[in-house]
């Protein structure tokens, strides 16, 4: 394994080793915000949910934020190995050309061109993604409260000032400013939304039941970035409210997992080994450490060395579009150098599942 790591927490590397991983010990599976670098789990998303998940037959929930929220949607697609390669090749080819004599582009213009491309992509097939016999989709938005209860040139930016602050004191206390909402599919069969896969106690949570008319908005509010794109008004169906970027409360979905005993792992393709709890945490080394609440917890992620023979030595990164400007082809060059350099990650999991060395197995 050049290019892959295992990470696992004390009950996931317990059970390994006394069965291996199969297909039906999944519970759960995270997807994390964190714009184009989830671009780099493609060839891993198309494995799991293309080849190896399909050799069972037990429920999974889906988990995501933001970019992560878009894959797990993706992923509930029946189509789903050319759905996860329509979703790479959009996103990559994605350009907003800046309108004669505009130097950048506003928030609105991206949101309605965001908007544009997710109608075009799940278009006619929302019931498909709602309805998969054994998917349960959960899409994680922010609801602003205080400040953040709407937005404006001067309060949005005191708003997150203060959330920053008082996440500084405590983490719990953010809640203050921002609350957890989770969009829930109902399965069919289920007589309601699917029970949420983790405890609450950690946060502010509310869970709204996702329909067809409110999963659009819903997955544009999961991505919707401060400052980059507007937030989305009064969601149907959910309280009323500004709801911003899922990934401000759970940038990388740090949550104690429910998980059945006949399902007991999480399993979390991810792009890094920590799993920091929310976006503005990023600063806080202290709480990307695990915890118990990641016991049951598999994280398969790109080895650092490897990352550092990618184009620019780094993972795809908003950054870049600062970096390539209105070099589309550029920028595309580099993303799908890195995307094609991913298929080795899916490579090395399908070879270790069918061979499991525990040696490969690092504590989370």
Request: aromatic content about 10%.
């Amino acid at each position: 394994m050049q290019a892959l790591r295992l990470h696992a927490g004390p009950k996931a590397r317990q059970h390994i080793e006394q069965h291996g991983l199969r297909p039906q010990d999944v519970g759960v599976i995270p997807a994390a915000a964190g714009g184009p670098k989830g671009l780099i789990l493609g060839p891993i998303d198309r494995f799991l949910f293309g080849e190896w998940l399909p050799q069972s037959t037990q429920p999974v929930h889906l988990v995501g934020a933001s970019i992560g929220a878009w894959r797990m949607a993706t992923a509930c697609l029946g189509d789903t190995v050319a759905a996860f390669e329509r979703l790479e090749r959009d996103y990559i080819s994605q350009h907003y050309e800046l309108p004669p004599g505009q130097r950048r582009l506003t928030a609105d213009q991206i949101s309605g061109r965001f908007a544009d491309n997710l109608k075009l992509f799940y278009g006619g097939r929302v019931e498909e993604v709602l309805r998969h016999p054994r998917y349960s989709l959960h899409i994680v938005a922010s609801r602003g409260r205080l400040l953040l209860q709407r937005e404006g040139a001067l309060r949005t930016p005191l708003g997150y000032l203060g959330a920053f602050a008082t996440n500084a004191l405590h983490r719990k206390a953010l809640g203050a400013w921002l609350e957890r909402v989770v969009f829930s599919s109902e399965p069919p069969g289920s007589g309601g939304v699917s029970p949420l896969p983790f405890a609450t106690q950690d946060y502010r949570t509310r869970q709204v039941p996702m329909r067809a008319d409110n999963f659009m908005e819903a997955l544009q509010a999961s991505c919707s970035i401060p400052f980059m794109l507007r937030p989305v008004r009064n969601i149907q169906g959910a309280p009323a409210g500004t709801y911003w970027d899922g990934g401000l409360t759970d940038y990388h979905l740090h949550l104690r997992y429910r998980l059945p005993e006949d399902a007991p792992i999480v399993l979390y393709p991810h792009f890094q080994k920590a799993v920091v709890p929310g976006w503005l945490d990023k600063a806080w080394r202290g709480r990307h450490r695990s915890s118990p609440a990641l016991d049951a917890m598999l994280v398969l992620a790109p080895d650092p060395a490897w990352i550092a023979r990618l184009p620019n030595a780094k993972l795809p990164d908003r950054g870049d579009f600062t970096r390539y400007g209105q070099n589309l082809a550029a920028r595309m060059q580099a993303w799908s150098g890195a995307t094609r350099a991913a298929q080795q990650l899916a490579d090395e999991f399908a070879q270790w599942l069918h061979r499991p060395d525990l040696s490969r197995i690092e504590p989370l």
